[in-house]
């Protein structure tokens, strides 16, 4: 079982970048795929972006392609969200999460280990 822990959050204005990290403790790491998701306020929680267990493949959110890159560093059990060009739009709690066996997916559903999330908040 991979357990999570997010950093990196915090306010930033509009335009500029912030680099969450993710680190996970578990035996598994290396062969499960990572997400990250956000939640705003009154809004369910969204995708935002997975990577294989490689880092060999990512897919985004429509909404941040672009703009924001997901990568991994299995030495370390890290993940990693870097954000860049942010919007006030951009503002919520994000979390980085794990899906069951560890399959590269992008549904909500599939994603059973989560962090306990880190705030972002982008002013305009």
């Known amino acids: 079982q991979v357990q999570l822990v997010e950093s990196g959050g915090g306010l930033v204005q509009a335009g500029g970048s912030l680099r969450l990290s993710c680190s996970a403790s578990?035996?598994?790491?290396?062969?499960?795929?990572m997400g990250w998701f956000r939640q705003a306020p009154g809004k369910e929680r969204e995708f935002v972006a997975v990577?294989?267990?490689?880092?060999?493949?990512?897919y985004y959110a429509d909404s941040v392609k672009g703009r924001f890159t997901i990568s991994r560093d299995n030495a370390i059990s890290t993940v990693y969200l870097q954000m860049n060009s942010l919007k006030p739009e951009d503002t919520a709690v994000y979390y980085c999460?794990?899906?069951?066996?560890?399959?590269?997916?992008?549904?909500?559903?599939?994603?059973?280990?989560w962090g306990q999330g880190t705030q972002v908040t982008v002013s305009s």
């Open positions: 990577i294989n267990w490689s880092g060999g493949s990512t």
């Open positions: 578990g035996p598994t790491f290396s062969s499960t795929a």
């Open positions: 999460a794990a899906p069951l066996g560890g399959y590269y997916s992008a549904r909500l559903a599939d994603f059973t280990t």
